[in-house]
């Protein structure tokens, strides 16, 4: 446990040296590249990734790191680590070129295919979301005050708090799937991994996810969510897992903080996938 939250505390202060770095460029004009997969790319992600890597290297130079915006090591490499650092400098870089302040620095260490520990840093906003199961808990800061323990909501609110993605559409599948889970909702966009720290603060009752995201998009957040008390599930109820095979995409998920509601009872159903 002491090492956990002596990495933990390590973690938190490089997440805040990459957000520090992240403002300057906000704060002035920038470009904006397209890389390979379409996505955005700024100075902000090159410069946060290059203090992370410094970071994490100064501090754990025996533990590899994966990072979207750094060459990936082979994958079959890759497959035999039991123990690695997983980093999105920069998530939402949409929200970041847009300049509404979602978006977030995630730093997770991953053991066992697992997140174990997890800092998610919203420099824009001032908040900053840690913890994880290898520390027993889960914890929000905010400027000026001493962080606090969050924990799940313990009971689905009615209407239902649903967060969902402000930037990336997905064909009408979520509103099928909350018409078949029933009952009156309430739908917050929201944008990067904020989504899933809004479900691990009990702000709200569930995130589904039925787009692509990539493993260093969720993998912090994951684990402050499970520090808090919620899970991430994919749609065969199996907990979310890392570093499966070649590919870092993520399998569609729901990220809930109650576990006693049959979140996957319309996905039992053979019809909700279908279009109205």
């Known amino acids: 446990m002491n090492e956990y939250r002596h990495l933990l505390e390590r973690i938190r202060s490089i997440a805040r040296e990459a957000g520090a770095a992240i403002l300057e460029v906000y704060e002035r004009d920038f470009g904006v590249e397209t890389k390979a997969d379409h996505s955005p790319l700024t100075d902000a992600d090159r410069d946060a990734n290059r203090i992370i890597l410094r970071g994490l290297e100064g501090l754990s130079p025996r533990i590899p790191v994966v990072s979207e915006e750094a060459a990936a090591a082979d994958h079959a490499q890759r497959l035999a680590w039991t123990r ?3 980093v999105d400098p920069l998530d939402g870089t949409k929200e970041f070129i847009k ?11 991953v053991e066992d295919h697992a997140p174990v520990l997890g800092v998610v840093l919203a420099p824009a906003l001032g908040r900053e979301y840690f913890g994880g199961p290898a520390v027993g808990g889960a914890w929000r800061a905010d400027p000026g005050a001493e962080p606090r323990p969050i924990h799940t909501s313990p009971t689905p609110q009615s209407p239902l708090r649903v967060v969902g993605s402000r930037s990336h559409g997905n064909g ?3 509103e099928r799937y909350l018409d078949a889970l029933g009952g009156e909702h309430e739908l917050r966009p929201m944008g990067s991994s904020l989504k899933i720290c809004l479900v691990a603060e009990g702000e ?5 996810r039925f787009g692509p995201t990539s493993e260093w998009d969720t993998a912090a957040a994951q684990a402050v969510l499970e520090g808090a008390g919620g ?6 109820g199996q907990p979310l897992r890392y570093n499966r095979g070649e590919s870092v995409l993520n399998p569609h998920f729901l990220a809930v903080g109650n576990l ?6 319309p996905i039992r159903s053979d019809s909700w996938m279908a279009a109205p």
Do not use: Q
Not at 260 to 265: N, S, T
């Open 84 to 86: 690695y650092w997983l």
């Open 99 to 109: 300049r509404n302040g979602e978006f977030t620095v995630n730093i997770a260490l």
């Open 172 to 174: 009408g599948t979520l």
């Open 204 to 208: 709200a009752d569930i995130y589904p």
């Open 231 to 236: 899970c991430m599930m994919d749609l065969s």
């Open 260 to 265: 006693g509601r049959d979140w996957l009872a």
